[in-house]
Structures are given as C-alpha cells and as structure tokens.
C-alpha cells in the first residue's frame, strides 16, 4: 500500500483512492446527566482526546433549565455532535473523523459520561466511492 | 394523534412516542467552492433557512490556503456541519434537524452552491424507537 501524501486531516491518499473517514451515528436511550452542560463539554473533549483527534473549538448552547443541550466539538478531523432530550433521557450524538482517527474509542468515554440503558450505533463510511 | 407538549425543538410529544429528527448523510463528488468559505458560510445559512430552521450559531475553520474547510451551524432543531476536500472534489455534509424542520429542503441549496457532479444521500430517523 503506497501512501503518496497526507491530507490536512491526516488521512492518507493512497494512489488515486481517498478514504474521507467513518462516520457514527449514536442513539442512546435512559441516558443520564443530559442537561449537564459542564459534563457534556467535558465529555466532548475526552471522547475526541480517545480518539487522537485535535480540537479546534467546542460550543455548547443550553435551551433553558431543565431543557436540553446541543454541542458541538469541531476537530481537525471533522466533528462530534450531541443534541438531549433530558426529558425522555434520550441523546443523539454522532462523531465524524477522518485520517488516522477511530471514532468507535470514543464509545467507552460516551458511555460513563451518560449511563444509557441502551444504546443504538449505526457506522458510515463517508467518500467510499470517491475516486 | 394527540400533542400533549411540545419540546424546545418544537417536535412534538405524541403520546409517549417520541421522535427527534431526521438525520441526512450527504456525501458530494466532483464538487466545486470547496475552498470558499464565504460562500460555504452562506450556503450553510441559506440551507438552514430553508429548511425553516433556526441559527443559533455558525462555525467555521480553514485549513488554509487552498486546503479544505469545516463548518458548522448549530441549530435550535439541531445541526449542519460540512467537511472539504477541495483536492479531490469531494464534500461530507450532514443535516440533523428535529421538530417541525425538513432537513431535505437543503438539498437544492446545497446543490446549487457546490454543482457536484454526483451526489449521495442517506437518511436515518433518530430516536426512532424511543418510548
């Protein structure tokens, strides 16, 4: 396998074929401290830090007491997303990276931060096709 | 259908069932603008507008000169982010949006902005068995 040159997210190109990286979409279900707006920072933080990605930034917006929170962590090697329903204990999260990244070893980390009774994980391999 | 509450996305509580969004994988090929983060801010607002959406934020990092860009707008109904290739032509853009929003008004938006030669889609309802 030759690897001609290095992306800026560090994805190798290998001949003609890139492979932009994989992509997961999380549901968890009974999940807890979805309106901890410093626990899901900081959880943000050490799932990309699991990872071996680089942070760039990360915003958080709370939709009031008791309400959800939507954050975002934007990494050099794409992003984590998370959006609760404190309500109904339900969290959507998804975490896109490319180059030499896996975003499955973020998992353990999303699972001690929310403690969900279930979790549903779908994985998408984003640019398979790409030539 | 019975609506007993609205949530802070404005989705609806129907019964017991909840169901928080829709989620839009976008992957573009033979795509142009990828450098262009005006134009790339731009569309990201335009799309979440069309979508009657509500803008909460926008973020974007390049990667510098001549490299790719991420962006993201971070909604009221959740989020869009999108991920440049400009070297290859390649775009990675997801739309998840909850409520009341249809996160497929974007597409032509986006369509528009970055001509890909070739687009691919997916979607997946999140939370879907949520009870």
Chains 1, 2 share one sequence.
């Not at 990494?75 to 030499?100: K, N, Q, R």
Request: glycine residues 10%.
């Amino acid at each position: 396998m030759e690897r001609d040159t290095v992306l800026p997210c560090a994805g190798p190109v290998v001949n003609t074929y890139v492979a932009p990286g994989l992509h997961l979409l999380i549901d968890m279900h009974g999940a807890k401290n979805l309106r901890d707006q410093a626990l899901i920072e900081r959880a943000l933080r050490e799932a990309a830090t699991a990872c071996g990605a680089t942070i760039l930034d990360v915003k958080l917006h709370s939709f009031g007491e008791g309400a959800g929170i939507t954050g975002v962590a934007i990494l050099a090697e794409s992003h984590i997303s998370i959006h609760t329903w404190p309500e109904t204990g339900f969290a959507a999260i998804d975490i896109f990276m490319c180059g030499g990244c896996d975003p499955h070893r973020a998992m353990p980390v999303l699972e001690a931060a929310f403690t969900p009774g279930r979790t549903s994980l779908s994985a998408h391999k984003r640019g398979e096709d790409l030539r």
